[in-house]
């Protein structure tokens, strides 16, 4: 070696390579996939020259090297896969110097299956729980999921991580979950209702019975939230009020130690929306019981009609007349109106089932007098139970959409026997957003 190309090689240092992410979660025929950034870097060279490429797969028939696309000039690349199969696989991306030097990470990769209406459905990473979700206009989205209390801020169009989350478990004074399944906005202010049942095996955990709002600051990716109030015995003015109503709804009994909450006669919330036009009459959508709690039984509304007090202020619950809805025979999953007073009633059974029961979509004027119309059956052979429904659009239009998003704790996304929500890695967690047509 000429004294010359010594040189040369010294003058060069060892490449650098960083992913933004160690861990990445794609599905079979997806549209708008999470992506990763490759950082790399040279000493002594132009980080355009470096080479990128994905050199190994060790599963391909999840995802081989020819399904990975690198893009981008200079120091940041981005690496997409184009999943194959369901599974895992792990990819080692490599970064080559201009003097042949190079250095390797490994990306671990997990694709889910493909789904109905693949190119309308996005992926929310970083939870699999999703339960309540509110628009925050700018295509984003903040998520609430029932198996923490982190709010997540998402954008609408595409997969991947949220944006910004916020736990405000310290200021309200919980250490559980609050099993938040509800939420409805007016104004700036956004009211978060936990399921105020008791948990799977029928036991009291006094942080589900929390009611609290968030203030909202901004909008789409600036969405701010700060913390406002909380309310923790709404389930207990529920039974109160119900007791002395003759026990019409069975709240006492359902709500009772050793009850389970997903019951026909269970006590379970699972929706809240304002009434139409107020800004302090809310009603609270429950999944359990159904009314009568027999098969075929309407899904039950009941109205708080002071709910601004109810948080704002500690004050007791007051309850309107309980509003009775034919769903046909299914319950409440999620409510939700937009600013004409439109809402769309997400139905599902009350049973805690693997989600093959039947769901459907409704629309409704929010009179009490007036029966909800059915807008469409909701598919139910892919993983996830339907929970929230995340704006209403003006239901007067032909052909206009609205995004619903499932919770896909209970799925085994990746076919290996393993929940999603015990996955060990947040990426690998995830819930389906999917756009459908509500109106003829």
Same mark, same amino acid.
């Given at each position: 070696m000429s004294?010359g190309s010594?040189a040369?090689?010294a003058s060069y240092?060892?490449?650098?390579?960083?992913l933004?992410?160690?861990?990445? #979660?794609?599905?079979?025929?997806a549209?708008g996939?999470?992506?990763v950034?490759?950082t790399?870097a040279q #000493?002594?060279?132009? @980080?355009?020259a470096l080479?990128?490429t994905v050199?190994a797969?060790?599963?391909?028939?999840v995802?081989?090297?020819?399904?990975?696309?690198?893009?981008?000039?200079?120091g940041?690349?981005? +690496?997409a896969v184009?999943?194959?199969?369901?599974?895992y696989t792990?990819?080692?991306v490599?970064v080559?110097g201009?003097?042949?030097?190079? @250095?390797?990470?490994?990306l671990h990769y997990?694709a889910?299956?493909?789904v109905?209406?693949?190119?309308?459905s996005?992926?929310f990473?970083g939870s699999s729980?999703?339960?309540?979700?509110?628009d925050?206009?700018?295509g984003?989205v903040?998520?609430a999921?029932?198996?923490?209390?982190v709010?997540?801020?998402y /954008?609408?169009? $595409?997969? =991947?991580a949220?944006?910004r989350?916020? /736990?405000?478990?310290?200021?309200?004074?919980v250490s559980?979950?609050i099993?938040i399944? =509800?939420?409805?906005?007016v104004?700036d202010?956004i009211y978060?209702?936990?399921s105020l049942?008791?948990?799977?095996?029928g036991?009291?955990?006094s *942080?589900?019975n929390?009611?609290?709002t968030?203030?909202v600051?901004g909008?789409?990716?600036?969405?701010a939230l700060?913390?406002?109030?909380?309310?923790a015995? +709404?389930?207990d003015d529920? $039974?109160?009020?119900?007791?002395?109503?003759?026990?019409r709804?069975?709240?006492?009994?359902?709500?009772a /130690?050793?009850?389970v909450p997903k019951?026909?006669?269970?006590?379970?919330?699972?929706g809240?929306?304002?009434a139409?036009?107020?800004?302090?009459?809310?009603y609270?959508?429950f999944?359990a019981?159904?009314?009568?709690?027999?098969?075929?039984g309407?899904?039950?509304l009941v109205?708080?009609t002071?709910?601004?007090?109810?948080v704002?202020?500690?004050?007791s619950?007051?309850f =309107?007349t309980?509003v009775?809805?034919?769903?046909?025979?299914?319950s $409440?999953?999620?409510?939700r109106?937009n600013?004409?007073n439109?809402?769309?009633i997400?139905?599902?059974?009350?049973? *805690?089932d693997?989600?093959?029961?039947p769901? *459907?979509?409704?629309t409704?004027? =929010?009179?009490?007098?007036?029966?909800p119309?059915?807008?469409r059956?909701l598919?139910?052979?892919d993983p996830?139970?339907?929970e929230a429904v995340a704006?209403?659009?003006?239901?007067?239009?032909?052909? *206009?959409?609205?995004q619903?998003?499932t919770?896909n704790?209970?799925a085994?996304l990746y076919?290996?026997?393993t929940e999603a929500? /015990?996955l060990?890695h947040?990426?690998w967690?995830?819930?389906?957003?999917t756009w459908f047509t509500?109106t003829g």
């Amino acid at each position: 070696m000429s004294m010359g190309s010594q040189a040369q090689a010294a003058s060069y240092g060892t490449p650098g390579i960083s992913l933004s992410a160690g861990y990445l #979660s794609g599905a079979v025929s997806a549209t708008g996939d999470p992506t990763v950034n490759v950082t790399v870097a040279q #000493s002594g060279a132009d @980080a355009g020259a470096l080479g990128v490429t994905v050199t190994a797969s060790s599963r391909t028939s999840v995802a081989a090297v020819g399904d990975v696309t690198v893009t981008g000039t200079g120091g940041t690349r981005r +690496l997409a896969v184009a999943a194959r199969g369901r599974g895992y696989t792990d990819l080692t991306v490599k970064v080559t110097g201009v003097d042949g030097q190079s @250095a390797t990470k490994t990306l671990h990769y997990a694709a889910s299956a493909a789904v109905q209406q693949g190119a309308d459905s996005r992926y929310f990473t970083g939870s699999s729980d999703a339960s309540a979700a509110v628009d925050v206009g700018g295509g984003y989205v903040v998520v609430a999921d029932d198996e923490s209390n982190v709010l997540r801020l998402y /954008d609408r169009s $595409v997969s =991947g991580a949220p944006v910004r989350t916020w /736990d405000f478990s310290s200021k309200i004074g919980v250490s559980k979950e609050i099993d938040i399944e =509800g939420a409805a906005r007016v104004g700036d202010t956004i009211y978060w209702t936990g399921s105020l049942g008791n948990n799977k095996d029928g036991e009291y955990k006094s *942080a589900r019975n929390t009611v609290f709002t968030t203030k909202v600051t901004g909008s789409g990716a600036a969405t701010a939230l700060s913390y406002g109030n909380s309310y923790a015995k +709404l389930r207990d003015d529920l $039974v109160a009020w119900d007791e002395a109503h003759g026990d019409r709804y069975g709240f006492a009994a359902g709500s009772a /130690d050793g009850q389970v909450p997903k019951q026909i006669d269970g006590f379970n919330v699972e929706g809240l929306e304002f009434a139409p036009g107020s800004t302090t009459t809310a009603y609270i959508g429950f999944r359990a019981p159904l009314a009568p709690a027999v098969p075929g039984g309407k899904a039950l509304l009941v109205p708080v009609t002071n709910i601004d007090k109810v948080v704002g202020s500690g004050a007791s619950a007051v309850f =309107g007349t309980p509003v009775e809805l034919d769903l046909g025979g299914l319950s $409440v999953r999620d409510i939700r109106k937009n600013a004409a007073n439109q809402y769309l009633i997400v139905a599902g059974s009350w049973a *805690a089932d693997d989600n093959t029961d039947p769901y *459907a979509l409704y629309t409704w004027d =929010g009179d009490p007098a007036h029966a909800p119309a059915k807008s469409r059956d909701l598919p139910t052979t892919d993983p996830g139970g339907w929970e929230a429904v995340a704006d209403v659009p003006d239901l007067t239009v032909p052909g *206009a959409r609205a995004q619903l998003l499932t919770d896909n704790g209970s799925a085994d996304l990746y076919g290996d026997g393993t929940e999603a929500k /015990d996955l060990t890695h947040p990426e690998w967690k995830k819930s389906r957003a999917t756009w459908f047509t509500v109106t003829g």
